[in-house]
């Protein structure tokens, strides 16, 4: 079997990823390592054994490696719209030196890291994003930023890696998109942004775990890939729908774009200069990722992975929904 290391393996993607590893086949072992558990993502298997540490940690980071680690997927991430420099780069360059480190000492296989799709983000409309869309000149936040120097790290390593960027994953156990939508909407402060019309691709957590697997196997090295669906839907849609099959009311109110970008702003200057470091309840990239259309072009995973998505978005939506609704019970 093929010892296998992923790293923010209680997380959303972390956690469905170790599950289908295990379950796929009896080739991998695998070694999950996270900060915490949360109430479900902690799945038993005779292939699957945890070991919760720091990866900011280095001595921890040393330790994984004493399992014998033939290859490194790295999920772990400090992923948020707001957040102070050193926050980031301790979280998310930090502790991708640390693995690289081992990796190098170690002579691993191959590293794979999720990175993220708000590197290309730059408040237009983007459409069809393929690899070789140049970045922005400025990124959108410090998590971009961040995960742009973790890809440099890997690029300049000289070990054999893949990099996978998905495009806002949606399914059992998302914790982060939909239920902060319906948090939203149940303390009455959700509204449409813009004119509710905007394309954007969604991904289903099933199919990222497959195409992380194929990228695992894949004679080719060295690469990046943006991963989604492939089939854009209307956004502002699905989450009504999402909102309607766990027996909410749906949102119809449309706030223009520019206004809610106003407000944004200063609600941001607020935390900064008045709130410091809170949080504000809305930010700019908030605004724009809800109101502009973004999608990706995905004909190189498909090309060089022989990647393809099985479960449909309205699939991943109905399967968020039952274990949301079964979560609150």
Not at 52 to 57: I, S, Y
Not at 248 to 270: F, H, N, R
Request: charged share 25%; with cysteine.
């Amino acid at each position: 079997m093929i010892k296998v290391l992923v790293t923010g393996a209680t997380g959303f993607l972390g956690s469905r990823l170790v599950e289908h590893l295990v379950d796929h086949t009896n080739k991998y072992s695998v070694i999950g390592t996270g900060r915490k558990f949360s109430t479900d993502n902690r799945y038993a298997h005779p292939n699957l054994r945890y070991i919760l540490g720091d990866l900011c940690d280095k001595k921890f980071v040393q330790t994984l490696f004493d399992e014998k680690i033939e290859m490194v997927i790295n999920c772990a991430s400090f992923s948020s719209p707001w957040g102070s420099k050193e926050v980031f780069e301790k979280a998310n360059i930090q502790t991708q030196q640390h693995l690289i480190d081992e990796c190098q000492k170690n002579k691993i296989d191959r590293f794979i890291y999720i990175s993220s799709p708000s590197i290309y983000f730059d408040y237009t409309d983007r459409l069809g994003v393929t690899e070789k869309t140049p970045l922005p000149l400025n990124l959108v936040n410090n998590y971009a930023i961040t995960k742009v120097k973790a890809e440099g790290l890997l690029k300049n390593s000289g070990l054999d890696y893949m990099i996978l960027r998905p495009r806002a994953l949606i399914g059992r156990g998302d914790t982060v998109i939909m239920p902060r939508l319906i948090r939203s909407h149940l303390e009455g402060k959700l509204r449409i942004m813009g004119n509710g019309d905007n394309l954007v691709d969604l991904t289903s957590v099933s199919n990222m775990t497959e195409a992380i697997r194929l990228s695992m196997h894949s004679n080719h090295k060295n690469e990046d890939f943006n991963i989604s669906n492939g089939k854009p839907v209307v956004l502002w849609d699905e989450i009504n729908s999402i909102l309607k099959s766990i027996g909410k009311t749906t949102v119809t109110k449309k706030i223009p774009y520019p206004i809610m970008y106003g407000i944004a702003s200063l609600l941001e200057l607020k935390s900064k200069f008045i709130d410091r470091r809170k949080e504000p309840v809305l930010t700019r990239y908030g605004v724009g990722v809800l109101s502009k259309n973004f999608t990706f072009d995905i004909s190189k995973a498909q090309a060089l992975l022989g990647y393809q998505a099985k479960q449909t978005t309205e699939e991943a939506m109905d399967e968020f929904a039952r274990w949301f609704l079964n979560s609150q019970q």
